[in-house]
């Protein structure tokens, strides 16, 4: 078990044994990690069920539209989300949501410990299955915004939106690597990290909401053309920030005094809550309208 992994928190805490009485500074650095473990948990369930909300949102929408024969509804969503005759990329398209809500779901099920401790070998083929569907996710959501042209916004967002692609890519062969050769305390940091950059489309539609619940309307950037420099802020920030977020987290895991893992708790505690409030804004404005259409 990897000590740095947020999904190992509540695994530790069950098997760990009962300390011996220690001095005042040793108390002081148990209660610290154990409010980072919080933190970082508290974290995590409230991002896995905005994600949750987003799967909805993807198949309520999106896949109630090709169940009902009427795929053009996506374009009320997406610049060019069906084009007549275009079957290929059409086809790329609904591949790529088709993807988006199976690695949601499988990413949330191999953070769970419990999973991985009673169903070892599931893990394994999901975490393999997880591995494919980021790779199919990043080529596909190249070809979206360099071939196709799906992606709204201006240059800057569609490189960001590419590294963020490339990113994954990377990070995906990195954590296979470290799999193959049974290094695992690796391959779940790079899996983590892997986590995070296929969900920067979440980050970015959550930020986004944040932003605009905080400036109580759009600031930086113009709606009717979507862009500006707050967007293009963000389609670096969506996957640049969970991943330098995580970093200091393991940092602080590793070689934090106790008032630095203090401090990344209270950290954590307030990106919990700008979570939060994103997700409620994004299912409120941008998801649950679409459901009810």
Request: proline share 4%.
């Amino acid at each position: 078990m990897d000590a740095t992994c947020p999904d190992a928190f509540l695994e530790k805490a069950a098997t760990a044994e009962p300390a011996a009485p220690a001095s005042g500074a040793g108390r002081l650095q148990r209660r610290a990690q154990a409010a980072l473990r919080l933190a970082a948990a508290a974290w995590l369930g409230v991002a896995l069920l905005g994600q949750l909300l987003f799967v909805v949102y993807v198949v309520g929408f999106y896949g109630r539209a090709a169940a009902l024969g009427r795929p053009e509804t996506w374009n009320r969503v997406l610049q060019h989300g069906y084009v007549a005759g275009e079957t290929v990329f059409n086809l790329v398209l609904a591949v790529h949501l088709l993807f988006a809500v199976a690695i949601i779901l499988g990413g949330a099920l191999q953070l769970i410990p419990r999973v991985r401790r009673r169903a070892p070998a599931f893990h394994r083929w999901n975490g393999r299955a997880y591995l494919l569907a980021a790779a199919v996710l990043g080529i596909g959501g190249l070809a979206m915004v360099w071939i196709r042209g799906d992606v709204v916004g201006d240059l800057s967002q569609h490189l960001g939106i590419s590294l963020n692609a490339l990113l994954m890519l990377g990070f995906a062969a990195i954590a296979w690597r470290h799999a193959r050769a049974g290094r695992l305390d690796r391959h779940r940091r790079w899996a983590l990290r892997l986590f995070l950059a296929v969900n920067g489309v979440w980050f970015f539609r959550i930020g986004l909401m944040f932003w605009i619940v905080a400036n109580q309307g759009p600031a930086g950037f113009d709606p009717k053309t979507f862009s500006g420099p707050f967007l293009t802020f963000l389609s670096f920030a969506q996957y640049a920030v969970p991943l330098g977020v995580l970093e200091l987290y393991f940092l602080a895991q590793r070689r934090g005094t106790p008032r630095g893992q203090l401090a990344m708790a209270a950290g954590l505690g307030l990106l919990t809550l700008a979570t939060l409030i994103g997700t409620g804004a994004a299912f409120a404005a941008l998801w649950l309208p679409h459901l009810r259409a």
